[in-house]
């Protein structure tokens, strides 16, 4: 009889325990976050009306940021997601790795995002010294002192450099005379692994303050959301 009572309770044992496993809820959370919205050259924007998209979903969930610029995703399930924030005459803009594992799971580094930018390039012209090369760079509108203009330049080998293409590209540069001059020496090329012999490529756009530059969450490539394509043709010169 004892033998039997044992191999009774058992079975009945392990069908309460996987009849509780399967019911065990999913765990949910909120998701809130802030953003701080700019011009193209650095002057406040109204933050609300940015919509937010929580990527991983779907059909995908999104929320729109108020007046103060915060925004807020309700019952979200635990889990891995990436944030794309898109609003008229902004470049899209991605955040990836959130990691939501809480009730509630606050973004403590709010996103400051500029506008597009404005600026075009007119001109773009090279001159060489003994010591390195000389771009001289014609904005529209003409940048001044009193309308600083912003500029970004990209540098590649054996092709034509583009925000797509490109070996190495400058910080945001700040322009404030027509034209725009900007010196490289070539022991700077050196240094950043330009080989001599090559042909260096070089492409300027116009660029906001603010540019919203991220690596892509999916294939860590770098991209330039508010840069303007209205821009002139390269130009080269071959390392020596």
């Known amino acids: ?11 009945l044992l392990f069908f309460s325990c996987s009849s509780e496993e399967k019911n065990d809820p999913i765990e949910i959370g909120s998701i809130t976050g802030t953003v701080d919205l700019f011009t193209s050259r650095g002057g406040y924007s109204p933050n ?11 059909p995908l969930i999104t929320a729109l940021t108020n007046q103060d610029g915060n925004y807020r995703f309700d019952s979200i399930p635990y889990g891995r997601y990436d944030l794309q924030f898109e609003k008229e005459d902004f470049g899209t803009f991605k955040r990836g790795d959130i990691i939501h594992q809480r009730e509630e799971t606050t973004i403590e580094a709010f996103e400051r995002l500029g506008r597009k930018s404005t600026t075009e390039i007119h001109q773009l012209q090279i001159s060489e010294t003994a010591t390195g ?7 529209s509108p003409p940048a001044r002192t009193a309308n600083i203009r912003y500029v970004r330049v990209f540098f590649n080998i054996g092709s034509e450099a583009s925000n797509h293409i490109f070996g190495y590209f400058s910080p945001v540069l700040q322009a404030e005379f027509t034209p725009f001059i900007q010196h490289y020496t070539f022991e700077e090329f050196h240094n950043l692994g330009f080989i ?17 530059e991220y690596n892509d969450p999916n294939n860590g490539d770098f991209i330039f959301p508010n840069l303007n394509g209205h821009t002139t043709s390269g130009v080269s010169f071959i390392m020596p």
Request: glycine share 10%; hydrophobic share 45%; net charge neutral.
């Open 48 to 58: 609300d009306g940015m919509q937010v998209g929580l990527q991983g979903t779907s």
């Open 1 to 11: 009889m004892r033998v039997s009572i044992f191999y009774i309770i058992i079975p």
């Open 196 to 212: 001599s012999g090559a042909t260096i490529h070089i492409k300027a756009y116009g660029e906001s303050l603010l540019s919203n």
């Open 133 to 139: 090369i000389i771009l001289s760079i014609v904005t």
